[in-house]
């Protein structure tokens, strides 16, 4: 496959059918003009066997998230063609995963939400300085990645990008509406309303 358009008609691998990088992947879809539910397959695998599958022609592509895909074309150089990715392009500069909060703590301990708030972001700064430091520190949690491997990773990664306040609430809508053309959200979801609703500015 060289670029998504290529991907009409064919099964794309994935590790999960509810799986961040398949959501992703479909809202990729959705804007090239792909109904993703009837003009692509998907279909689940393992997510260690992934590219097993490609090399048997049982899929045409994967859709799945690192550290996986990175493990994959390290063993597989050469063989396989990036056509998406969730961290380059329009969403180079965006959140790629939100901590959830249960509304009574924001509510009733504002502070302590935002020591914790506080205390992510400085901790998202500490690992987009310190790479080097924070693949040693989490290998132990990583066991089968060796420790370059996960500094390569976290070498590439927007570690710098958290927004708060506005420019998260911001940042929500834009992607509940990527979500909502791409089928993920229901039909009957308003991405204005689910925006307000679940983020509440805890600096402020």
């Known amino acids: 496959m060289k670029d998504i358009n290529s991907l009409k008609g064919k099964v794309i691998g994935v590790s999960d059918q509810n799986s961040p990088a398949k959501n992703f992947f479909a809202i990729h ?11 692509v397959e998907w279909r689940v ?16 592509a994967i859709a799945d998230g690192d550290p996986n895909i990175f493990l994959i074309e390290k063993r ?12 380059v392009g329009e969403y180079k500069d965006k959140i790629c995963c939100i901590l959830g909060a249960r509304g009574d703590l924001v509510r009733n301990d504002k502070p302590a939400a935002a020591a914790v708030v506080r205390s992510i972001v400085q901790a998202s700064e500490y690992v987009a ?20 491997d ?8 927007t570690y710098h990008h958290h927004p708060t306040g506005k420019s998260l609430r911001d ?8 979500f909502h053309t791409a089928g993920v959200l229901k039909k009957s979801t308003d991405p204005v ?12």
Request: glycine letters at 6%; proline letters at 5%.
């Open 193 to 204: 309303r689910l925006a307000n609703h679940v983020t509440l500015d805890v600096l402020g």
């Open 129 to 148: 300085e310190n790479p080097n430091e924070a693949a040693k520190i989490y290998a132990k949690y990583s066991p089968k990645v060796p420790v370059e």
């Open 45 to 60: 695998y393992p997510a260690d066997l992934l590219d097993v599958a490609v090399k048997k022609g049982e899929i045409q």
């Open 76 to 87: 597989n150089k050469g063989v396989f063609t990036e056509i998406g990715n969730s961290a």
């Open 29 to 39: 879809l959705a804007k090239k003009g792909f109904n993703v539910e009837k003009d």
């Open 150 to 157: 996960l500094r390569a990773l976290l070498s590439s990664l």
């Open 171 to 178: 940042e929500v809508e834009y992607f509940a509406r990527d």
